[in-house]
């Protein structure tokens, strides 16, 4: 397990000798080797000639045209989710680069020192501590050389496209590819994966390093602790103290040399962390969710919100989203890497913290007076535990590790559906968030809409369908149905414990080929029928299907309501913008509405709705479709086209 070692410590077969050491050490040796960076010195003129010509080929042009890709990214969400989150991964990587070069002769001596004589196991329980301790980092480092070479290897996907994508960035020097040039294709895109499967070699080593000495400062701590609870009697306190504070203030010193070492990458790092995975946890979303409705069933006819689900609901997976794996494997990488200083961090504090529990158990008052006064000073001395950091601002320990992970999700979760608005009583600005209806709120949804929608919305109003109980029973069966199919969506205010609904849209999926039924759908209420029928009929006028032949699908929804409370403040554009993200998750290019109100016509232009049919109160009144009483002019059919995401 350990190498072979002089009286003095020095190694007796060379001055660099790594093969007895564990399989994580060699792998990072074998890496710098490669990768150039392994600094032996002196260095043969061999070695260095390959070194220079590694290094501009594969780590300075790379990330050249890396750099430079910045600038040629057709709009600024490539910019953000193509680019910038890999730089922010490269610059790490060269940082790591740097300590695992110029400081290769102070990471040997401490790994040297992690098996000093001194701290091999003595009997039987420090054999089975030294062997639990040495495993845990070949586990952990293990799953994270497999988490590297997953994300980096699920690149090859890439080549599942028709259109010739590259699988990190698009630009290289002018050099056309594509079906035309299918050669240059596959040499840019060797090289682009090779490139990155090194620099994930270089990253993932000097993590195995930090992983390997932290966990072998942990096991060395507990050793300690077994050695000093085993203290009972003043002749064996004569005998080991000495040895032992000297073992502590080894311990000690490694780990103030590794914080100093590592202290410039784990700081850059945990600062770019929560950005990378914040963008790739957004990337992966608008691939992984895409739905593919089907129908087999009858001729082609504008289907509404009331046709029945298509018989063949389905989640179908194509090759674009066989391409999110490439970035949920990517953030898995990102997160061990996080995990690993802070798991084996958290161990130094821990164990640095029971080791003075140790001292405290050992059989003191059986000491003489002086011995207890020495182990009074170790005390004090172990009154403050080992506690590694980045820059005095990150620390190597669990909890921080969780606060990345919580500030990705904040920020992924307003990157998706959050805005800020004002507050209804206040000029403050409050956190609003868009989501999907929980299911233990489709009631307090129903009773939202009976309640608002059925009392403010022109024609409901007017039909005085609030007042209707039969109305009001077969609009709350539809909207249960509607919320059901899960893709109506809520607004509400963050931060709110009661979780107010500040807003609804009851969303649903149109799809071609799905007929409605022979009787036009019958409601016991004739308010309700006379309102769905004006509506089936601006719909059949828009004849979307036909307008847009190659859409299967469109978005729609049955009642857009803004809680009183909440309105004048700009939410309802805000709900309505919510359609652009969810239809691109589905795959749809097309969302449809009829508005009936100024109060979501006007939010509806300003998303980008357009008028696909218009039709005055008046003349539908002579169509058959008199509202008594209405007092607003237009109804209108309203299209929106999503372009699909770049």
Not at 114 to 139: C, H, M, N, S, W
Not at 495 to 522: A, F, T, Y
Not at 552 to 560: E, N, R, V, Y
């Amino acid at each position: 397990m350990q190498p072979e070692s002089g009286p003095q410590g020095t190694f007796s077969r060379g001055k660099y000798h790594w093969e007895d050491f564990i399989h994580p050490i060699r792998y990072t040796v074998w890496t710098w080797k490669i990768c150039g960076l392994y600094n032996e010195k002196p260095q043969g003129a061999l070695y260095r000639a390959y070194r220079y010509a590694f290094s501009i080929t594969i780590m300075l042009v790379y990330l050249f045209t890396l750099s430079l890709n910045m600038f040629v990214m057709q709009t600024f969400e490539q910019l953000v989710l193509y680019i910038m989150y890999i730089m922010f991964t490269e610059i790490v990587m060269v940082m790591k680069a740097f300590i695992a070069y110029y400081n290769f002769d102070q990471i040997y001596d401490l790994y040297h020192g992690t098996v000093a004589d001194a701290f091999q196991p003595k009997d039987e329980l420090e054999q089975k501590l030294y062997r639990a301790g040495v495993g845990e980092i070949k586990y952990y480092s293990y799953l994270y050389v497999l988490a590297g070479n997953l994300a980096v290897g699920s690149s090859l996907l890439y080549l599942l496209h028709t259109d010739y994508r590259m699988p990190y960035f698009p630009w290289m020097f002018g050099i056309e590819y594509g079906p035309e040039a299918r050669l240059n294709y596959g040499l840019i895109f060797g090289y682009q994966v090779l490139g990155m499967y090194f620099h994930m070699l270089v990253t993932v080593a000097v993590d195995v390093q930090l992983c390997y000495l932290l966990g072998m400062i942990s096991m060395h701590l507990d050793l300690l602790e077994k050695r000093f609870r085993m203290l009972s009697t003043s002749e064996q306190f004569q005998q080991s103290f000495v040895e032992l504070v000297h073992q502590y203030e080894t311990v000690h010193r490694m780990v103030r040399e590794v914080q100093q070492l590592y202290s410039p990458a784990f700081f850059a790092q945990f600062s770019a962390s929560g950005l990378v995975i914040c963008a790739t946890a957004f990337k992966a979303s608008t691939m992984v969710c895409r739905k593919e409705f089907r129908s087999d069933s009858g001729p082609d006819r504008a289907p509404f919100l009331f046709s029945p689900p298509a018989p063949n609901l389905s989640l179908q997976i194509n090759v674009y989203e066989l391409t999110a794996i490439q970035n949920l494997l990517y953030m898995l990488a990102m997160m061990f890497q996080m995990f690993l200083p802070c798991r084996f961090g958290n161990e130094v504090t821990r164990k640095s913290n029971a080791l003075r529990t140790a001292v405290y158990s050992s059989h003191w008052y059986g000491m003489r007076l002086q011995d207890r006064k020495f182990l009074l000073m170790l005390l004090q001395r172990m009154n403050k535990p080992f506690t590694l950091k980045g820059y005095h601002f990150f620390n190597y320990n669990l909890p921080a590790y969780t606060t990345v992970p919580k500030a990705s999700w904040t920020g992924f979760y307003r990157l998706l559906s959050g805005f800020t608005g004002r507050a209804p009583d206040t000029p403050d600005l409050v956190n609003y968030v868009v989501q999907d209806v929980p299911e233990d709120r489709f009631e307090d949804c129903i009773q939202h809409m009976c309640r608002y929608f059925l009392r403010d919305e022109p024609i409901c109003r007017c039909l005085q369908l609030a007042d209707d109980r039969i109305a009001t029973a077969e609009f709350s069966a539809i909207w249960r149905r509607v919320l059901e199919r899960r893709c109506a969506v809520v607004c509400f205010r963050e931060g709110d414990d009661d979780e107010e609904i500040v807003g609804l849209n009851m969303l649903n999926v149109v799809s071609r080929g799905v007929p409605l039924p022979s009787d036009q759908r019958q409601f016991r209420s004739a308010g309700l029928q006379l309102m769905h029928d004006s509506t089936i009929h601006m719909t059949e006028r828009g004849q979307l299907f036909g307008r847009f032949p190659l859409e299967q699908h469109f978005l729609s929804a049955w009642g857009l309501s803004v809680h009183p409370r909440f309105r004048g403040l700009g939410l309802a554009k805000e709900i309505l913008r919510a359609r652009i993200p969810l239809c691109r998750a589905m795959g749809f290019r097309l969302s449809a509405t009829v508005f009936s109100h100024p109060g979501s016509q006007i939010p509806a232009a300003r998303v980008g709705f357009r008028d696909a049919v218009v039709e005055k109160f008046s003349d539908l009144a002579e169509q058959g479709f008199a509202i008594p009483g209405i007092t607003v002019e237009y109804n209108k059919l309203m299209v929106l086209e999503v372009c699909p995401e770049k």
